[in-house]
C-alpha cells in the first residue's frame, strides 16, 4: 500500500487498482481498569497511566473494482457525543456517503453499527443496498430496536464466505456474537479489517495477552489475538482496527518476545 494522503482524521492508501481510507469516526473514553491480565484483573499499568483510555474509532472504505461503495463498520452515531464524526470525515476524504451501498459489520456493538445513523437522526447512507453481518451477530441487530428500518437489508454471511471481489469473512471469535474480520486481497497487499482484536494499542502488542473487559470470552479473545498478531506478522499483513490508535491502519511486527504495532507512514 502506498499512502497517498494523511491527515488526523483521513488515511488514503492505493494498492494496485484499489484504494483504502481509514476514517476516523472520533475517541471513545473508557475507564482504565476495562484493560484485564489474564486473571482478569485490571492492569496496574493501564490503571496508573490515569482513570481514562482514549480509544480511536475508525471506519474503513474500500475502492476499486468489485469492491466501490463498501464500508467497514459505521461508527457510533449518536452513541457518544465523543464519536458520530464520520459524515464530516467523509466530507474531508471526499466520499459521498450517498456512494456507500454495502456496509460490512465486525458485529454489532453501538461503536460499530449506530453510525447508520447520524448523531441528530438521519440515515446516513440513502443508497445502502446491504448490511453484510456475521451469522451469529443478526440477533444483536435485532436488539438495537431504533434501527429496526435496516432489519430487511440485512446479509448474514459465514466463516470464509465472500463479501465482495477480493473480500472475505475471517471468524475471529471471542469479543462478542460472531466477531468477524474481513480479508481483502490486491495481489500487491494483504490487508485484514479486524474489528475490536485490540482495543489498547499501547499495551496490547506489547502484553498479547492482556484483554478487554467486554471481550465476551476473554480467553478465546486472547487466543484470537495471538493468531491475528502472529500471522498477521508473518505474512505482513496490513492490519486495521476499529480502535488502533490513528491512522487505524499499519502493521505487526515480532519484538522482543512480544510484538508491535507499526502505523502506516
Ligand atoms: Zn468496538
Redesign the pocket.
Known amino acids: 500500500m502506498i499512502v497517498t494522503s494523511r491527515s488526523d482524521n483521513v488515511l488514503s492508501g492505493t494498492s494496485g487498482r484499489w484504494r483504502v481510507w481509514s476514517l476516523s469516526d472520533g475517541t471513545l473514553e473508557m475507564p482504565a481498569d476495562l484493560l484485564r491480565d489474564p486473571q482478569n484483573n485490571p492492569v496496574p499499568q493501564a490503571v496508573q497511566a490515569g482513570a481514562q483510555l482514549r480509544l480511536s474509532?475508525n471506519c474503513f472504505a474500500l475502492g476499486g473494482p468489485g469492491v466501490d461503495g463498501v464500508l467497514i463498520d459505521s461508527g457510533g452515531g449518536g452513541w457518544a457525543s465523543t464519536i458520530g464524526r464520520l459524515e464530516q470525515t467523509m466530507a474531508e476524504a471526499r466520499i459521498d456517503p450517498a456512494s456507500i451501498t454495502i456496509l460490512v459489520l465486525t458485529h454489532t456493538?453501538q461503536?460499530?453499527v449506530h453510525g447508520l445513523l447520524t448523531p441528530d437522526g438521519r440515515v446516513l447512507f440513502p443508497n445502502l443496498k446491504a448490511i453484510v453481518i456475521p451469522e451469529a451477530a443478526v440477533e444483536g441487530f435485532f436488539a438495537e430496536t431504533h434501527l429496526a428500518q435496516f432489519r430487511p437489508l440485512l446479509k448474514p454471511i459465514r466463516n470464509g464466505e465472500q463479501v465482495a471481489e477480493r473480500l472475505s469473512a475471517v471468524a475471529l471469535p471471542g469479543h462478542a456474537p460472531g466477531h468477524t474480520g474481513y480479508a481483502f486481497d490486491t495481489d500487491e497487499d494483504r490487508f485484514l479489517f479486524f474489528?475490536?482484536i485490540v482495543h489498547v494499542p499501547a499495551l496490547q502488542f506489547s502484553n498479547p495477552a492482556f484483554s478487554w473487559g467486554y471481550d465476551d470470552d476473554q480467553p478465546t479473545a486472547r487466543a484470537t489475538r495471538l493468531k491475528v498478531f502472529h500471522d498477521a506478522a508473518e505474512a505482513g499483513t496490513w492490519i486495521a482496527g476499529?480502535?488502533l490508535g490513528r491512522p487505524g491502519v499499519g502493521r505487526v511486527v515480532r519484538k522482543a518476545g512480544a510484538y508491535a504495532y507499526e502505523p502506516a507512514a
Do not use: E, F, N
Request: glycine letters at 12%.
Open positions: 474509532v456493538h461503536d460499530h474489528g475490536d476499529a480502535h
